[in-house]
């Protein structure tokens, strides 16, 4: 395990995931299409239900990336490692990516359910507070030019940024909020009927599948520009 | 089999899978390029150090 920590390892131990990965995201992709739309319509929501087929797995998976994000910042802070902050860089983008499809996918169920696009209610604050932190991340990062002094900084504010998950998570419990508690995750399991848990469930499995692939396929992009760089140095120095 | 009538909710429902479907294509889009051109660059590098 520690050993697929050195980025050389990392790269020939991953090397076919994410065609494996991509693969099965696409099977994963197709069965969930499939699956949302031979989905009975919600007696309450009618067919408005079908966007919580690609809005709360975009949420889960903004709230996940985040986690990686974080955990790889604290490695790369603490010890330094090089494939810690190569994953925590690749990660930053998909999350905000996923980030931007919750608030855009919630905004357009919003209208038809709740009359309005948008509403400063907990939840949706804290995630649009999720989407400024992976915005404030990137950006930092491309601010620095020294690339370990701009991955220590930004390393920082995504343990920062940490804090805002829980409030993410449990704003619905802690505040009175619009937005809906949870129908999931919950202590005496999902309200969903399998109906509309069975089509969620797969396309919750499609964007986490199609997010270690891009992400493994970004850390390797990630290393190689490294390599780059440290070859470019190394002929600068020769010449 | 599906059912693609969304009635009155057709422009929100296909909004969303329409938008998602495209930031999808994009994301893949990009890691997959940027992938390319990292390891057609580290290619080149290798090349130089190699002379």
């Known amino acids: ?239 | 089999m599906p059912d693609l009538d969304m009635a009155q909710y057709g422009p929100f429902v296909w909004g969303a899978w329409g938008i998602s479907a495209a930031v999808i294509a994009l994301m893949i889009a990009a890691v997959v390029a940027d992938a390319r051109k990292a390891a057609k660059a580290l290619r080149d590098a290798e090349g130089e150090a190699g002379e």
């Open chain 1, 1 to 239: 395990m520690f050993g697929l920590a050195n980025p050389q390892r990392f790269m020939s131990a991953t090397r076919l995931a994410p065609a494996i990965l991509g693969v099965a995201a696409a099977v994963l992709f197709a069965a969930g299409i499939w699956l949302s739309f031979t989905a009975p319509e919600d007696y309450q929501q009618g067919d408005t239900v079908r966007i919580m087929f690609v809005h709360v797995p975009a949420a889960w998976l903004s709230l996940m990336v985040y986690g990686a994000l974080g955990v790889s910042s604290f490695f790369a802070l603490v010890f330094r490692h090089l494939l810690a902050d190569a994953a925590a860089r690749a990660a930053a983008p998909l999350g905000a990516a996923f980030t931007a499809l919750a608030l855009i996918t919630g905004s357009l169920w919003g209208r038809p359910m709740w009359g309005t696009w948008w509403e400063w209610d907990a939840r949706l604050t804290s995630v649009l507070v999720l989407f400024l932190f992976y915005l404030g991340y990137m950006a930092l990062r491309a601010s620095i030019d020294d690339e370990q002094k701009a991955g220590r900084a930004a390393a920082v504010l995504a343990l920062v940024g940490l804090v805002n998950l829980p409030i993410v998570k449990f704003s619905v419990d802690w505040w009175n909020t619009l937005h809906q508690p949870a129908s999931v995750f919950r202590p005496d399991g999902p309200t969903l009927t399998a109906d509309l848990l069975t089509p969620l469930i797969v396309m919750a499995l499609a964007y986490t599948t199609l997010f270690f692939a891009l992400w493994i396929t970004a850390i390797h992009t990630e290393i190689r520009r490294r390599r780059t760089a440290a070859l470019a140095l190394k002929t600068a120095g020769g010449a």
